[in-house]
């Protein structure tokens, strides 16, 4: 009887020590499983602290429907406020969606459309306005993710960052594809002096 309670207790142990540990791996690192898709973007970028900068987030989820068409194609307009007097409008069309700013200039439809290449697109829900940092924030511009279903469903979008100029011609001055770095690399764009991207 004896033999037979150790024999199983060194069974036990044995079983226990074979047991190797999860491997944990960071939410980086790419699936290996072939075909997997990548993991969405987070919906708000992590902050990075630029001297003499600011930054503020606004929403574009919670916004206010100024028209909307059920009839035939739907169609569907929203309007975010933004800081300084500026406002986003988007236009939503057979699941394709395009921006204007409206801001002190008047209104200004960014050339989204061409980037997309008319496929399916949608913004992402959150609005990083950035401009010099003082007692009454102005921004100065404006970093939107935008999703384009570039290739045939079920096949991830491919998840933009653009960076606008804003002013008196408000214009895209950086398409930051996604990897390492994407939002510094926006940001870097939004606070430099490039030049209106040719769309």
């Known amino acids: 009887m004896i033999r037979v309670f150790g024999a199983s207790v ?12 999860e491997s944990a791996v960071p939410d980086s690192a790419p699936s290996s499983s072939a075909g997997a898709a990548a993991a969405p973007p987070p919906a708000e970028p992590a902050l990075t602290t630029v001297p003499g900068r600011a930054f503020r987030f ?59 290449g008319g496929a399916f697109s949608s913004f992402g829900p959150t609005a990083e306005w950035r401009g010099d940092e003082q007692e009454r924030f102005t921004p100065d511009s404006l970093i ?35 990897g390492p770095g994407q939002n510094d690399s926006a940001r870097k764009a939004a606070d430099g002096r490039g030049d209106c991207l040719a769309t």
């Open 58 to 116: 606004t929403s574009l989820e919670e916004c206010r429907v100024v028209r909307q068409e059920v009839e035939e194609m739907p169609y569907t307009e929203t309007l975010c406020p933004g800081p300084g007097g500026w406002a986003v409008r988007i236009s939503d069309s057979d699941a394709r969606q395009s921006m204007t700013l409206e801001g002190p200039y008047g209104a200004h439809t960014l050339p989204t459309s061409r980037i997309s």
């Open 144 to 178: 939107v993710r935008y999703n384009v279903a570039e290739e045939p469903y079920p096949a991830p979008e491919t998840s933009y960052l653009l960076a606008v100029k804003l002013g008196s011609a408000p214009c895209i001055v950086a398409k930051v594809a996604p």
């Open 10 to 21: 060194l069974a036990l142990l044995a079983a226990a020590c074979s047991q190797e540990p």
